[in-house]
Structure formats: structure tokens, C-alpha cells
């Protein structure tokens, strides 16, 4: 197992002040909270932040870590000393909040197996306390196409699990789940009894996925509608052409309005994701002029030689 | 123990799910008081004239989740997260204007 630097992933020195590592906490929850964060590893991040605050935050556990010595390197290969955790008074019930979450490092040293939780655990078991298995949210990226025609998605999950004996494990679980045709980004789909296993006897909890797409090249969706930014030529835009536009579906042709402008939207209705309604597809244009070449720029000059334009009229100049 | 043989089919809760505070606190696990607080703080906008006929669309779901998180995290009051919601749902729109804009002038 791997160290844990917990004043490294917190940034803040071995001597900071309960105070302090409240403080840094919650300037870095701030910048790392899967719901508000744009930082790249969000989520990764935040758990870390969360399981260094667990330790750090609560003086026993702090002490104890810090018994470990100053001397370990994050990442480094480590095992805990063998009289791990002697010497401290464990408050009842301060197991980790979420030790299923934590790494293998915490897990061993705070989680289910460690004194720290060793009297929560066994308080449970050992009196038949029964309670229905926890519910669990995962965010779920798909494909746009998967969106549109449905199929089937295998999902990876890391579910803590309580065994009889009131310890907390993690185990790995692959899900197949079948996504129908018309979903859109931030539906939900529940699987029923998917969650947790209950406590003594309890029904299991639900797992809840939460879809979103992975960015596709091409659309962007909103809702059920999609938009594409579909390059013309001038003289495309000019003359009204009929092009051909990529859709989910495939290619369909659509006819411009003459003297289409850059940047402006057309819908092709009914072609966006399916559903009841079915989403439109927006198509934004952008105009592209045509590499340089003699043939072009003797055109271009025919142009500006009998085309009365000033597309700076409205500038005054 | 692996269950990749078989295919889940869930509940799908889209646009046209609507769900009364009973559901909606069941689906969160939540105390109605909680989902009441939420809605007195402008997190949550049911339909409804009162708690025993609001409704509530499944697609608040996730934004009820989110407030317990950051409530517990962040450790804001409720009139924040209202305020970080809807600053989070502007950005999410101005992101995705400047990446349609980003698209038309790129090259």
C-alpha cells in the first residue's frame, strides 16, 4: 500500500493548528467540489481532500498519524507498524465517515479493520441492528450515439459493502445497463436493489446513475436538441446552396436561405435526439473562404471590382 | 460475484417524470422538512399551491443531492447553494455559447 502525505494533499506544514487545517480544507473543497469545480480530477481530488480532513481534523486520529513520523513520502510503500494504533483511546463510534471511499492506506489504518472503528462495528452487529442498504449515485458518461440508437453500457463500480462482522469493504462491481434510445444529459435511471446490501436483514439500497455525455466532436446537446457547426463556402451562403449536413441519423440535405449569414441558426426539425417529443438539430454556419489560389483571388478581384461593398459603412469610414 | 451476464433495465426518471413530496423525499431518503427547507430557500421549485400537492420534476433530483453535498462540505447555508446553483447553471450556458462561438471562428 501506498503512503498518504495528508499534510501534503491539505498543503499545510505538520505544525498547522486544527484551525488552520480547517481553514485550508475548506478553501480547497471550495476549488475541488465535484459540484462546483472546473479543475481537471475533480473528483479524484476531492476524495483525497475529504479523506486527508477525516484524519487531520480530529485530534486522535491526527496523533496517531502522526506517529507514523515525518519521514514517509507520499506514494511511498508502506506498512503500518504492527502495535499500530496502542497507546490511544478511541472515542465510540469515530470510525471514517466513508471509509468504503478512502484508500487502501486509510481503510487500514482508520477504516473498518483498525481499532479506530473496531467498537462501532461490533456495537452493530452484535445487536441485531438492521437498516436498509445505502443508496449510491454515479455519474455515468456516454456517447451522443449511444444516446440516439440506445444500447447497452458496462459500468465499473467500487461499492463499500459491510460484511456480517460490521467491517467495511470495497469491492469492485461491473454493471451491464441497458440505455434506451432518447436519453438526455442529466436523466437519471434507478436500479432498484442495486445500492448497498442492507444491515441485518434490510432491503439493499438503489443505484442511481446519473447520465452525461462525453464531448463529441461534432454535436453539442442541450435537452434533446443537438447543434452542429456546419462550415459553408461564400458562395454557399450566398446563392442559398443546398448542402449536405451531418445529423445522428446520417447526412441530410438542407437548403439555405439565400444570403445566409455566419453565425446564424437553422433547425432541422425533429432531428436531434429521439423522444416524444423528438429534439430538433440546430445548424450554426460558419463561413470559410477557400485557400489561396490564382483562380480565387482573380474572382475575389472581380468582385470587389463590381460589387459595390463597404462592410465598414456603419463604422463611418 | 459479477452480474455482467445479465442486463439491467432501470427506471428511466426524464423531463416527463413529476414526482409529489412523499416520492420525491423517498427517492432522497430525505425528511419532508428538509425538502420543505429546500424549497422556502429557492433551491427547489415545486409545482403545486402547498407540501401535500407540490410535485416535483425528477430532474430536480441531482440538484437536491448536490445541496446536501455541498451543505456538508462546503459547509454553506441554503440561501448560498440556491445562489451557487443557479451560478453554476449560468456558467454551464455561457460555456456553452463561447464553445458555439469558439467553433465559428476557429481556423
Same mark, same amino acid.
Given at each position: 500500500?501506498? %503512503? ?20 485550508? %480544507? ?5 476549488? %475541488? ?31 496517531? %498519524? ?252 | ?107
Amino acid at each position: 500500500m501506498r %503512503y498518504k502525505d495528508y499534510y501534503e494533499v491539505m498543503g499545510v506544514p505538520r505544525t498547522a493548528s486544527q484551525d488552520d487545517i480547517k481553514r485550508a %480544507y475548506r478553501k480547497l473543497a471550495r476549488k %475541488y467540489h465535484p459540484d462546483v469545480s472546473k479543475e481537471k480530477d475533480a473528483e479524484e481530488k476531492f476524495k483525497e481532500l475529504q479523506e486527508a480532513h477525516e484524519v487531520l481534523k480530529d485530534p486522535e486520529k491526527r496523533a496517531a %498519524y502522526d506517529q507514523l513520523g515525518a519521514d514517509w513520502r507520499q506514494g511511498q510503500d508502506f506498512r503500518p507498524p504492527p502495535d499500530w494504533g496502542k497507546g490511544f483511546e478511541f472515542s465510540r463510534g469515530r470510525g471514517g465517515e466513508a471509509p468504503g471511499e478512502f484508500s487502501d492506506f486509510f481503510s487500514e489504518l482508520f477504516g473498518g479493520r483498525s481499532p479506530f472503528a473496531e467498537a462501532r462495528g461490533a456495537g452493530r452487529a452484535s445487536r441485531g441492528f438492521a437498516a436498509a442498504g445505502q443508496d449510491h449515485v454515479a455519474r455515468v458518461e456516454i456517447d451522443l450515439e449511444d444516446a440516439f440508437r440506445g444500447g447497452t453500457r458496462t459500468i465499473e463500480l467500487r461499492s463499500p459493502e459491510m460484511t456480517p462482522d460490521g467491517h467495511v469493504i470495497v469491492k469492485p462491481r461491473t454493471l451491464r445497463v441497458s440505455i434506451p434510445a432518447g436519453v438526455s444529459e442529466g436523466q437519471q435511471i434507478r436500479l432498484a436493489g442495486q445500492g448497498s446490501p442492507g444491515i441485518g436483514g434490510g432491503p439493499p439500497g438503489d443505484l442511481l446513475l446519473e447520465l452525461s455525455f462525453r464531448p463529441h466532436p461534432r454535436f453539442k446537446a442541450e435537452g434533446r436538441d443537438v447543434t452542429l457547426t456546419l462550415p459553408v463556402a461564400p458562395w454557399e451562403a450566398a446563392l442559398g446552396e443546398t448542402v449536405a449536413v451531418p445529423t445522428l441519423g446520417g447526412s441530410v440535405d438542407m437548403k439555405l436561405p439565400v444570403g445566409a449569414r455566419a453565425g446564424q441558426k437553422l433547425r432541422l426539425r425533429g432531428r436531434g435526439l429521439p423522444g416524444n417529443p423528438s429534439g430538433d438539430q440546430f445548424v450554426l454556419l460558419k463561413i470559410v473562404l477557400p485557400p489561396d489560389s490564382p483562380q480565387a483571388r482573380q474572382l475575389f478581384e472581380q468582385m470587389k471590382r463590381e460589387v459595390p461593398f463597404n462592410p465598414r459603412a456603419d463604422l463611418g469610414s | 460475484m459479477s452480474t455482467i451476464d445479465r442486463i439491467l433495465e432501470g427506471e428511466m426518471l426524464d423531463e416527463s417524470v413529476w414526482l409529489g413530496i412523499g416520492e420525491f423525499c423517498a427517492y432522497l431518503r430525505v425528511d419532508r422538512t428538509w425538502v420543505i427547507e429546500l424549497v422556502d430557500a429557492g433551491v427547489l421549485e415545486p409545482r403545486g399551491p402547498s407540501p401535500d400537492t407540490w410535485s416535483f420534476p425528477a430532474r430536480a433530483l441531482p440538484r437536491a443531492r448536490a445541496t446536501e453535498r455541498l451543505v456538508n462540505d462546503l459547509g454553506v447555508n441554503l440561501a448560498a447553494v440556491a445562489l451557487i446553483l443557479d451560478l453554476i447553471e449560468q456558467r454551464r450556458q455561457l460555456e456553452r455559447r463561447l464553445e458555439e462561438l469558439e467553433r465559428l471562428f476557429e481556423r
